[in-house]
């Protein structure tokens, strides 16, 4: 019976194919963004660990101030660090392998003709080591160079495309804002981060050297420590926020004035910004899947009305009260569940052409597809059934004398 | 062959509406047809005679009186129930053909069997033979807008016998054809009742239909006027 339910309902959808698609549209919609969006997230998920992963997932940054990835580094008026309590993390905590004290700005950087604004980093060697950063050409700095800040620099590949095109730089002499410096290293390139900044486009000059020619000052911005291996990445951060709090002498009580963030913690970061994308997305669906169940049950109550003659000879002939509900609850069923196949088809479709754009692995998930479909499905069922209750209870003499 | 009765109308009234307004449109009606019994109703417009069918047809229940078919009390039982009692013994003919549209002829009469269960193959096989009965097997695949009134109306008479019923109402069944499809239509009806024996029921405004018939009935304001039967022809 219910296999012939089901029979006749797709037997009514088809008998006005375009009518049927038009209705279900909400539902195609709702569906396919969710596919879509769900798809495209996960694969930037997955794209932000492997890229985590790459990064080392013992690296730990500390940065001044609180609520640093809303305000950005030095967004927040807390003050900076210095050199010493850099060497004093990398001293005291025996977990930390290497702490590079790092400052940055963006400045323009010029060769010749060729211009560029990129982000000029200061820092010294414990920084390539700690971030695996690797030569392409030329050599890190040296021991005397960073001491005596003198003026050399190592840029990324970005930087050098951007000025050399073609040509050799190691040996040329670039401006940075008033400075010149000679490039003595190229880095291999790391192409672009889950961020979506490029990690290529910079200039490296030895700290003193920022601090004396481009900072003006002695502050050092951030960190970039990494965990020892076999260590407890998070009892190292314990640690580092102990020693921080007592180098820059923060009373019992007293809140941070710096945050010590691991790369798991940028990716959850992350997350949360894919969740509060997601739940977004969840409201738009959750109203084109109400909107599309409204459609359905307005084009369900215009087919129980346009059949009453129907209904009335089903009746007629025998049929019980729940047969013509489940008649029509099923073909409201239908309806949706093929909404939200079409929904399903388009959705993956438009997170492949998404993965592409966007260059991220495309990872459709099984269970997220059961679930549209398993809505779909209910939201025929709750659409259907107040349609499909009128048809039930219609009396049969009236419905045969309809018309 | 023992008489048995399947319809017992005793003392039935049906009113629509109430007060003033209201329209007896049975009115104390008793009425007994037997089994293999082909009746026709006849009387002036808004006599009662479809009101007196739905009631027959377990369509509709009377206002008051005891209606017995085949012995079953139907006053007692409910909508459901009475939609079983229908799909078991009642077959139902109708002025206007009352076939699905977009439906083909074999689907239009395998429908009562789908309510019964029937598994498909089974029933394909009892449509075919009902179509066969009407003389349509050759039309089974067209839509009911591809054949003639005469043509449907077989369809719905093919549709009224598949499930093998005790009983088939029809009211004005020729009302919408000309006469020779008319005479077709009710020659058909009147084999049915004497090669097979169904009981059948019939409304018709035309004499030339009921005196196919071998009782007549006559209504006027919802009460039976005269009731005659004619003694079986040879
Ligand atoms: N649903 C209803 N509500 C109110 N009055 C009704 C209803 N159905 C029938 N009637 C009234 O009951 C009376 C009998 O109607 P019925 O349809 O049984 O007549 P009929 O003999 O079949 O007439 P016709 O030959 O025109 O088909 C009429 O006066 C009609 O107006
Ligand atoms: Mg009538």
Not at chain 1, 273 to 289: C, E, F, M, P, R
Not at chain 1, 310 to 327: P, W
Not at chain 2, 212 to 224: S, T
Request: charged share 20%; net charge negative; hydrophobic share 45%.
């Amino acid at each position: 019976m219910l296999w012939e339910t089901v029979r006749l309902a797709i037997q009514a959808i088809f008998r006005n194919t375009m009518r049927s698609l038009l209705t279900v549209l909400g539902i195609v919609i709702g569906v396919a963004a969710v596919i879509a969006m769900v798809t495209v997230g996960q694969g930037s998920t997955a794209q932000v660990t492997a890229d985590v992963e790459k990064l080392g997932t013992n690296v730990v940054m500390v940065m001044p101030g609180q609520d640093v990835m809303q305000g950005g580094p030095g967004g927040t008026a807390a003050k900076m660090f210095s050199i010493r309590m850099n060497d004093e993390v990398q001293d005291q905590i025996p977990d930390v392998a290497i702490s590079a004290p790092i400052s940055q700005t963006r400045a323009r950087v010029i060769f010749g003709n060729e211009n560029r604004r990129t982000d000029v980093v200061g820092t010294d060697n414990r920084y390539f080591e700690a971030a695996r950063w690797e030569l392409l050409r030329g050599r890190f700095f040296e021991t005397g160079e960073i001491q005596s800040g003198r003026t050399v620099c190592i840029i990324g590949e970005t930087v050098r495309q951007s000025l050399f095109g073609n040509s050799d730089p190691i040996g040329e002499t670039v401006r940075v804002k008033t400075l010149s410096c000679e490039i003595v290293g190229l880095l291999k390139s790391k192409g672009a981060s889950t961020f979506g900044s490029d990690q290529d486009d910079f200039v490296i000059l030895p700290l003193k050297t920022y601090h004396r020619r481009i900072a003006g000052n002695t502050e050092v911005l951030a960190f970039y420590i990494s965990v020892r291996d076999g260590a407890s990445v998070e009892d190292t951060m314990e640690e580092i926020t102990l020693l921080m709090r007592d180098l820059r002498r923060i009373g019992r009580g007293e809140e941070d004035d710096f945050e010590v963030l691991d790369m798991k913690q940028f990716a959850t970061m992350l997350s949360g910004i894919t969740g509060i994308l997601t739940g977004l997305l969840s409201a738009v669906a959750a109203v084109s899947l109400l909107v599309g169940g409204i459609g359905i049950m307005n084009i369900m109550l215009v087919s129980v009305t346009e059949r009453t003659r129907e209904i009335g000879i089903r009746l007629a002939i025998g049929a019980q009260a729940r047969q013509v509900l489940l008649q029509f609850l099923v073909e409201a069923v239908i309806l949706s569940l093929i909404g939200g196949l079409i929904g399903i088809g388009l959705g993956l479709g438009f997170a492949i052409l998404g993965a592409k754009w966007l260059s991220i692995p495309f990872t459709p998930d099984f269970s997220v597809i059961l679930l549209a479909f398993g809505f779909s499905a209910l939201v025929g069922v709750i659409f259907g059934y107040f349609p499909a209750r009128r048809a039930a209870r219609l009396d049969p003499i009236e419905a045969l004398r309809h018309e | 062959m023992a008489e048995t009765a399947v319809v017992e109308l005793e003392d039935i009234s049906r009113v629509y509406g109430e007060g003033e307004i209201a329209v007896r449109a049975l009115d104390h009606v008793d009425l007994t047809i037997e089994s293999g019994e082909f009746t026709a109703i006849m009387g002036p417009s808004g006599s009662g005679k479809s009101t007196a069918m739905n009631v027959i047809g377990c369509l509709d229940s009377p206002t008051s009186g005891n209606y017995r078919f085949c012995g079953v009390e139907v006053g007692t039982l409910t909508r459901d129930q009475r939609a079983l009692l229908r799909r078991q013994y009642l077959g139902f003919v109708f002025q206007g053909y009352n076939l699905l549209p977009r439906t083909s002829a074999l689907a239009n009469v395998e429908l009562p069997l789908i309510y019964k269960s029937v598994p498909r193959a089974e029933r394909q096989l009892a449509a075919l033979e009902a179509l066969r009965k009407v003389g349509l097997e050759e039309r089974a695949h067209h839509d009911p807008s591809e054949l003639s009134g005469g043509q449907q109306q077989r369809v719905a008479i093919a549709r009224a016998l598949v499930s093998n019923p005790k009983v088939v109402l029809a009211d004005e069944p020729t009302g919408n054809l000309d006469t020779k499809t008319s005479v077709e239509i009710i020659e058909m009806l009147q084999h049915l009742n004497r090669d097979e024996g169904l009981t059948i029921i019939m409304v018709t405004h035309e004499q030339d239909m009921a005196d196919y018939a071998e009782r007549l009935i006559w209504m006027v304001d919802g009460r039976i006027e005269r009731d005659d039967r004619k003694p079986r022809a040879a």
